[in-house]
């Protein structure tokens, strides 16, 4: 009773599963697993037999072969053939003995060939059963040539291009005749064969088996061995397919029932279950599916929805309200990063004027023009780093307009030009680098973006800026190492690399970064942000309006 209090309800289809079809599962597994054994062992007793008829039929064949060829050397051709040093005197005796016995020996269906040799004249002649067993001639000479002379009798079994054989030789003196045998002729062995084509396989080799899943009989008169083989197919009897479709039947009902069960109870419990897990992990748009079971089930889900829904708006309009608040301290701090630049250009234009130089005003005229109509931009869209460079060469125009001597060089990899950039991030340290150059108004600036793969994978465009302007103080640097990117810096100096860094993070998040460093009289500010082109990313989600 404890036991079943420690149940959850979600667990209930699991439970019943286990106690109530394991147990019909496994004694059904066992009567099976039996009737298979007991039908295994059926085969393979018939098997036995069926190896033994072929061992017994290849035996008495063997016999009656052996009969045969005796007869054959009582002839006066044989006695002839054998003794006789002249091999005209063999030949004629040869062919007439092979005339005389071939009706008799060549009834029987497993003998393919017969031989009939006089080693001291090295005189072989033979006759072959079939037409394909002349492509052996050669082999099958180098066996019958390989039996020794003078031997009266002697049985030999050879395998001669993957199939088995044994050769009869009976000799004297200095003749001898021999018969090719086939086993695999033998009627018993191509009845069995034909009736177990498709679940045994016999076949006769030299040697035992090497495989333990194969059997064997030895036929030691001949000297071979009779290997069989056979697949434990089973089928069932009429009596066990009809309790096994009953038990089947039962086994599906009893599931169908349980399934029933779990859908009305268990499974939308579970549903309910699973979403507070979610829920509770602070996913609060996470929702209870809409369930079909039983009324106050589905009531009690609907009243967990409905309650989410209304903490959901609350959170909404909280964060609505203060994500109002930041966006106005967002354009102040865009705004702080450009005053000081329009009143410069003002002011150049207006020297310009009083020395009457219409044209150079002019230029400058256009060139503050382009340049506005960038930074008053909308600075809560992403633009193309082709765009923000495009700003940075107006920029640079308007400076040179103005009687500086500033070298600008860009260094674009691959698909960098229209990767998606933070508005007014370069533009501000290329004004800073020409602001507060230390070498007059010589300056050369050169800008680098490329694409690198970080090690988990994720693709970061990295800007490198580049001036000869004499590199940043070291007051300037140390007092970057000390600032939080995750907040807003007022300081009166340094606006824009601070109003920049505190962008980066709020667009970005700890993904971005800004470096800024010395080589030499170069000043370098490296900027690295995510790769993105088009991105769905939402302009400073990184806020936070807790």
């Known amino acids: 009773m404890r036991l079943l209090k420690r149940i959850k309800l979600n667990n209930i289809f699991p439970y019943y599963a286990l106690i109530l079809l394991v147990p019909f599962v496994l004694i059904l597994t066992i009567l099976q697993v039996y009737s298979i054994h007991r039908e295994i062992v059926h085969k393979r007793e018939a098997y036995q037999t069926a190896a033994e008829d072929i061992s017994h039929s290849v035996q ?52 393919m060939a017969i031989f009939l040799r006089n080693a001291r004249c090295d005189y072989l002649l033979h006759s072959f059963r079939s037409f394909e067993m002349i492509y052996l001639k050669q082999k099958i000479e180098e066996v019958v040539l390989s039996f020794s002379d003078g031997t009266d009798f002697f049985c030999t079994p050879k395998e001669i291009n993957g199939s088995t054989y044994y050769f009869y030789s009976i000799a004297d003196h200095y003749g001898s005749i021999a018969v090719m045998v086939d086993p695999t002729k033998n009627a018993s062995f191509q009845d069995y064969v034909s009736i177990y084509e498709d679940t045994a396989h016999f076949s006769f080799f030299t040697h035992p088996p090497t495989d333990s899943g194969t059997l064997c009989l030895d036929i030691d008169s001949v000297g071979l061995y009779l290997h069989y083989s056979f697949e434990s197919l089973y089928s069932l009897p009429p009596a066990q397919i009809s309790f096994l479709i009953i038990s089947l039947l039962l086994l599906l009902s009893i599931a169908f029932f349980l399934s029933s069960l779990s859908r009305l109870i268990s499974k939308p419990l579970r549903l309910i279950s699973d979403a507070m897990e979610v829920i509770t992990e602070g996913n609060f748009e996470h929702r209870i599916p809409e369930i079909q079971s039983i009324d106050d089930i589905r009531a009690y889900a609907n009243g967990i929805n409905l309650m989410l829904d209304a903490i959901q708006q609350y959170k909404e309009d909280e964060f609505k309200s203060r994500l109002d608040a930041m966006q106005a301290q967002l354009q102040y701090l865009q705004l702080q990063i450009r005053p000081h630049f329009y009143l410069n250009c003002l002011k150049n234009m207006n020297s310009l004027i009083d020395l009457k130089e219409y044209e150079k005003a002019q230029t400058l005229i256009y060139a503050l023009s382009n340049y506005l109509s960038h930074a008053f931009s909308d600075i809560r869209k992403f633009i193309t780093v082709r765009e923000e460079l495009e700003a940075v060469q107006d920029y640079v125009n308007l400076c040179n307009s103005l009687s500086y001597n500033i070298d600008l060089g860009f260094k674009l990899a691959g698909q960098s030009p229209h990767m998606n950039c933070l508005p007014m991030s370069l533009l501000t340290f290329v004004e800073n680098s020409i602001k507060h150059t230390k070498t007059s108004i010589n300056l050369s600036i050169h800008i680098t973006v490329e694409t690198f793969t970080a090690p988990d994978n994720i693709e970061f465009l990295k800007y490198t800026l580049r001036d000869s302007g004499g590199g940043f103080p070291d007051s300037v640097l140390q007092s970057q190492y000390n600032i939080d990117p995750s907040k807003p810096v007022y300081l009166r100096d340094h606006i824009g690399i601070n109003n920049v860094r505190y962008r980066l993070y709020l667009t970005f998040g700890s993904q971005a970064s800004l470096t800024l460093r010395n080589e030499g009289q170069d000043a370098i500010v490296e900027i690295i942000t995510p790769c993105e082109q088009n991105t769905k990313r939402s302009f400073y989600e990184h806020i936070d309006c807790r």
């Open 60 to 111: 008495s064949s063997a016999s009656d072969i052996l009969v045969h060829l005796r007869a054959a050397t009582y002839s006066n051709e044989f006695i002839y053939m054998c003794n006789s040093s002249d091999k005209d005197v063999v030949d004629r005796n040869a062919r007439q003995l092979l005339n005389n016995c071939y009706p008799d020996i060549f009834t029987n269906q497993e003998i």
